[in-house]
């Protein structure tokens, strides 16, 4: 049996920016209390012409070209997403055919694991190479939460913004720099399903005139209940992967939260007691952006020089489900 390790990052984000100030021209919110509730001060919003499988591309490309891996060289493509082109085809197949692969027959499916999708993928992605099904597999967690959600709910637009982050993984190899993946955790409890939905548009509620009209198709959450949830669930994250690696502070290289709210983080730090420094944050730039909230930190976090060689990095999202996970990852 091998493991698996990641050979290069990538991410994308669209161009347009809505920042709160935006909001308060058109609904009854001010910049203040965005900022004291969330730490968000804008997040990016794709263009009309703009579907997640557009953001997926931009990402792929540039996580393959950061790993030195052809398209061609792919043998599987993941791509973590709650908002899909369409129902059917899956994003990823769509994917595929943008990478000009639509002729290569290699499999192709999308992953539904809400804001934990990146590293559902992730995990699915390694035990794929430890297993020896494939050698080189692309990973994307892409949104284009603007198309759920809605702009006249104050409580719910706020929180979201667009993008996509990827990585090319494959067995850790010996002829270029890999990130070897130490281990990932994984769970789900759908008890708490209806803490943040979609209630309409699937086969319980099909679409009709009347769950247009009410609404139906954008996400609800029940925020406070959410708070409580990924405040318990980041402490219990963090503390577990440190203590199946034995790692005390000063081991770890980086923590990469999910980029959901800024006082989730900081109460997590409170509890935790650890450096502040040692957190990757972005999430008053583009929000929570689901899925390539995780890879998209990751991704500026590699660029920017955040991540030390040989040093763990730990990764931890929770979302919709409920779902939550964590990954380490030697650097
Ligand atoms: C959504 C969230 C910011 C709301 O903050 P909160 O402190 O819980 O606020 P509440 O929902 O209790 O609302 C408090 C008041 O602020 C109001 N409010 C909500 N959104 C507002 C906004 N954008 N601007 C101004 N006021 C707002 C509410 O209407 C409410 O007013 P009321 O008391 O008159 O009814 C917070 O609950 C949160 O971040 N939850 C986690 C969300 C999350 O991470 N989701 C993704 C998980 S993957």
Same mark, same amino acid.
């Given at each position: 049996?091998?493991?698996?390790?990641? %050979?290069?990052?990538?991410? %994308?984000?669209?161009?347009?920016?809505?920042?709160?100030?935006?909001?308060?021209?058109?609904?009854?919110?001010?910049?203040?209390?965005?900022?004291?509730?969330?730490?968000?001060?804008?997040?990016?919003?794709?263009?009309?012409?703009?579907?997640?499988?557009?953001?997926?591309?931009?990402?792929?490309?540039?996580?393959?070209?950061?790993?030195?891996?052809?398209?061609?060289?792919?043998?599987?493509?993941?791509?973590?997403?709650?908002?899909?082109?369409?129902?059917?085809?899956?994003?990823?197949?769509?994917?595929?055919?943008?990478?000009?692969?639509?002729?290569?027959?290699?499999?192709?499916?999308?992953? &539904?694991?809400?804001?934990?999708?990146?590293?559902?993928?992730?995990?699915?992605? &390694?035990?794929?190479?430890?297993?020896?099904?494939?050698?080189?597999?692309?990973?994307?967690?892409?949104?284009?939460?603007?198309?759920?959600?809605?702009?006249?709910?104050?409580?719910?637009?706020?929180?979201?913004?667009?993008?996509?982050?990827?990585?090319?993984?494959?067995?850790?190899?010996?002829?270029?720099?890999?990130?070897?993946?130490?281990?990932?955790?994984?769970?789900?409890?759908?008890?708490?399903?209806?803490?943040?939905?979609?209630?309409?548009?699937?086969?319980?509620?099909?679409?009709?005139?009347?769950?247009?009209?009410?609404?139906?198709?954008?996400?609800?959450?029940?925020?406070?209940?959410?708070?409580?949830?990924?405040?318990?669930?980041?402490?219990?994250?963090?503390?577990?992967? #440190?203590?199946?690696?034995?790692?005390?502070?000063?081991?770890?290289?980086?923590?990469?939260?999910?980029?959901? =709210? #800024?006082?989730?983080?900081?109460?997590?730090?409170?509890?935790?007691?650890?450096?502040?420094?040692?957190?990757?944050? =972005?999430?008053?730039?583009?929000?929570?952006?689901?899925?390539?909230?995780?890879?998209?930190?990751?991704?500026?976090? &590699?660029?920017?020089?955040?991540?030390?060689?040989?040093?763990?990095?730990? #990764?931890?999202?929770?979302?919709?489900? #409920?779902?939550?996970?964590?990954?380490?990852?030697?650097?």
């Amino acid at each position: 049996m091998c493991s698996a390790a990641i %050979y290069g990052t990538g991410a %994308y984000v669209p161009h347009k920016t809505l920042t709160n100030e935006d909001f308060s021209r058109t609904l009854d919110t001010t910049d203040e209390w965005i900022t004291t509730r969330t730490g968000i001060k804008e997040r990016r919003i794709a263009a009309p012409d703009q579907a997640t499988s557009d953001l997926c591309l931009h990402a792929a490309r540039a996580a393959l070209k950061d790993a030195g891996i052809a398209p061609r060289d792919l043998d599987l493509i993941i791509v973590g997403t709650i908002t899909p082109d369409y129902p059917t085809p899956s994003t990823a197949c769509i994917l595929q055919q943008k990478l000009g692969l639509g002729d290569k027959t290699i499999p192709c499916f999308d992953l &539904s694991a809400a804001c934990s999708g990146f590293i559902y993928a992730l995990t699915t992605a &390694s035990a794929y190479i430890t297993a020896g099904l494939a050698a080189r597999v692309l990973v994307v967690g892409s949104e284009a939460t603007s198309r759920i959600v809605d702009y006249s709910d104050r409580r719910t637009c706020i929180l979201f913004g667009d993008g996509a982050g990827a990585a090319v993984l494959g067995p850790p190899r010996t002829d270029g720099p890999s990130h070897k993946v130490l281990s990932t955790r994984l769970y789900a409890d759908g008890n708490h399903a209806g803490l943040i939905s979609i209630p309409a548009g699937g086969s319980a509620r099909p679409a009709s005139r009347e769950t247009c009209d009410s609404k139906l198709h954008y996400i609800r959450l029940n925020g406070r209940e959410v708070f409580r949830f990924g405040v318990i669930k980041v402490v219990e994250m963090i503390k577990d992967a #440190m203590a199946r690696h034995n790692l005390m502070p000063a081991d770890v290289g980086a923590i990469i939260p999910h980029q959901a =709210n #800024m006082r989730i983080i900081e109460a997590a730090v409170e509890r935790l007691a650890l450096p502040w420094d040692l957190f990757i944050i =972005n999430l008053q730039r583009y929000g929570n952006t689901s899925s390539a909230s995780v890879p998209l930190a990751l991704d500026e976090a &590699s660029r920017a020089g955040r991540l030390v060689k040989g040093k763990p990095v730990i #990764m931890l999202a929770f979302g919709g489900g #409920m779902t939550w996970a964590s990954a380490v990852v030697e650097w």
